[in-house]
């Protein structure tokens, strides 16, 4: 309760003449036609957004999102402070928020939690069977918001390390009455000279009176990229791959190039990579009254990949063992001599091998063939009702599943053993050097085949979700409370070349390869493509 107390104070002047009142002219009336002002928000929707939510968050709507150029979701995500992305196949995967990881963060679709997974090469974790969540699944084109909360807040049901993102699809009755939207652009890669598509549609309409609204759309896009370079696979020295290189020549001291670093797999890279990805979304949404809201929303999305990886490497340098006489032809790192070597001071405290000449090397031919395709699926229902007391009742019933399959990972390796003039200089990191001596690659009878793999997997994710909750936020205080209810359900299967135990028979050639040989089945990959380096084959 609040008092105020008012004083009045007259104030007595003496009187005095008044002047006679001016003498008014009459004015003419002139009509003017409508004007209209156009002003533009004081701020814009993503920083009211911001502004209005309790803890740290940032949010892209749909303009944002299309205009990024990204075909992937994970890439528009990198517009936002604080969130990174590692790159695979040329588009981000998954992201960090703040360096914590992708497992940390859950992922929201249209307020229900969910998960999309899907494949990689093995060097950047292959098969995702954790809980880190993969937008690349997701065409950016299919939402219209994506909001990245970053810090912990009491209306979430379960916090988060890393973050939470919430990303939702249109709605039929928040567009124009008639509604229709298409987009259509083609990108092209120099490298694979190929072309390929990005077409995206949206139609919606509703009623009269705006209370029953449908909405379909659809986004596609199609991605041809060709990748060639050249890696030292990390670095490692040779006391680790015990007991080290068998010899070097002077003036090279022995101990002196086993305690520096060396790179643990040089090799040259050629992947090729087909890739599609659709997304379809439907929505029908009914308002019976002011107070009544009831939504049916349905996600479908697919992202299917061919990936073809060829590598030159070899693998001597990161294989430990003493090598006995007669000596192994795969003993490794200890049937190696030194014959060159150029050893600095990698920051004034560790030495590295940056770049040497080597005999008794092995040289490998690696080639990997994968198909790949993740579907996800989700169906959710909401509903929400604004009683007269100004409190508000919401339900939301879910379900989605993300089916990840790799039926073919097939892996051949071809191997020349005992080379000698092996060489790698990695002194410039713009261009380095490789050459691999006297073996002779291009030659199939030089060839011997060592291994074939066969690794197919699937991995299958699934929520089903069902949550109330009450809200008041017309009081001095907002409140909230609630319910929920899930269930989430991970399976995962892959197979392998067994011999019926724990071992595996990848050194046995399959029946198809059995009684063939090198020239029947292989064949010269990379010619005339720049790896950027010196001395390629």
Same mark, same amino acid.
């Given at each position: 309760v609040s008092l105020r107390r008012r004083s009045e104070v007259v104030v007595t002047a003496p009187s005095v003449s008044r002047p006679p009142p001016p003498v008014t002219e009459t004015e003419e009336l002139i009509t003017v036609s409508a004007i209209s002002v156009v002003a533009r928000p004081l701020a814009e929707p993503t920083q009211d957004a911001a502004r209005d939510a309790p803890g740290q968050v940032d949010v892209l709507l749909e303009e944002q999102l299309r205009g990024a150029g990204a075909l992937g979701l994970a890439d528009a995500l990198r517009q936002i402070p604080g969130v990174a992305a590692g790159p695979e196949a040329g588009e981000a995967r998954q992201i960090a928020v703040r360096g914590v990881g992708g497992r940390f963060t859950r992922v929201r679709v249209n307020g229900m939690e969910t998960l999309a997974t899907f494949g990689a090469s093995n060097a950047i974790g292959g098969t995702n069977r954790g809980r880190a969540f993969d937008y690349n699944v997701f065409a950016a084109d299919l939402f219209k918001q994506v909001r990245l909360q970053k810090t912990a807040s009491a209306d979430l049901d379960e916090g988060s390390l890393g973050a939470t993102v919430d990303m939702r699809t249109r709605s039929p009755l928040e567009l124009p009455r008639r509604h229709a939207m298409l987009a259509a652009e083609?990108?092209?890669?120099?490298?694979?000279? /190929?072309? /390929?598509?990005?077409?995206?549609?949206?139609?919606?309409?509703?009623? +009269? *009176?705006?209370? !029953?609204?449908? !909405?379909?759309? *659809?986004?596609?896009?199609?991605?041809?990229?060709?990748?060639?370079?050249?890696?030292?696979?990390?670095?490692?020295?040779?006391?680790?791959? *015990?007991?080290?290189?068998?010899?070097?020549?002077?003036?090279?001291? !022995?101990?002196?190039?086993?305690?520096?670093?060396?790179?643990?797999?040089?090799?040259?890279?050629?992947?090729?990579?087909d890739q599609q990805r659709l997304g379809l979304t439907g929505s029908l949404e009914w308002r019976p009254g002011d107070a009544t809201r009831i939504a049916l929303d349905v996600i479908y999305a697919e992202l299917r990949s061919n990936r073809r990886e060829n590598l030159l490497e070899s693998f001597t340098f990161r294989t430990p063992g003493v090598c006995g006489a007669p000596a192994d032809p795969r003993c490794g790192l200890n049937a190696v001599t030194v014959t060159q070597g150029d050893i600095f001071m990698y920051g004034g405290r560790k030495p590295v091998l940056i770049a040497g000449r080597f005999d008794g090397v092995d040289v490998r031919s690696e080639a990997r063939r994968d198909e790949l395709s993740t579907v996800f699926r989700q169906t959710t229902l909401a509903a929400s009702h604004r009683f007269r007391e100004g409190v508000e009742g919401r339900m939301l019933l879910g379900f989605s599943r993300s089916d990840f399959s790799n039926p073919v990972q097939q892996t051949l390796y071809l191997e020349q053993f005992d080379v000698d003039g092996f060489a790698y200089d990695f002194s410039d990191g713009d261009r380095p050097a490789l050459s691999f001596g006297d073996a002779a690659l291009a030659t199939p009878g030089a060839w011997t085949a060592s291994e074939f793999r066969s690794d197919p997997n699937w991995v299958d994710n699934s929520y089903r979700s069902l949550a109330m909750d009450l809200e008041d936020r017309t009081g001095p205080i907002d409140w909230r409370v609630g319910v929920l209810a899930k269930t989430y359900r991970t399976v995962?299967?892959? /197979?392998?070349?067994?011999?019926?135990?724990?071992?595996?028979?990848?050194?046995?050639?399959? +029946? +198809?390869?059995?009684?063939?040989?090198?020239?029947?089945?292989?064949? !010269?990959?990379?010619?005339?493509?720049?790896? +950027?380096?010196?001395g390629a084959p």
């Open positions: 083609a990108g092209y890669q120099t490298l694979s000279d /190929r072309a /390929r598509p990005r077409v995206s549609a949206v139609l919606s309409g509703r009623d +009269g *009176a705006s209370r !029953l609204g449908v !909405l379909v759309s *659809a986004a596609y896009s199609g991605r041809s990229t060709l990748e060639a370079g050249a890696s030292a696979g990390q670095w490692e020295t040779g006391d680790a791959v *015990a007991p080290g290189f068998g010899a070097a020549l002077p003036p090279l001291d !022995l101990a002196a190039v086993n305690a520096a670093l060396h790179a643990r797999i040089p090799r040259l890279e050629l992947v090729e990579i995962g299967a892959a /197979r392998m070349r067994s011999d019926g135990g724990i071992g595996n028979v990848n050194s046995v050639p399959p +029946g +198809g390869l059995s009684g063939l040989s090198v020239a029947d089945y292989a064949r !010269l990959v990379g010619q005339g493509v720049d790896f +950027g380096v010196s």
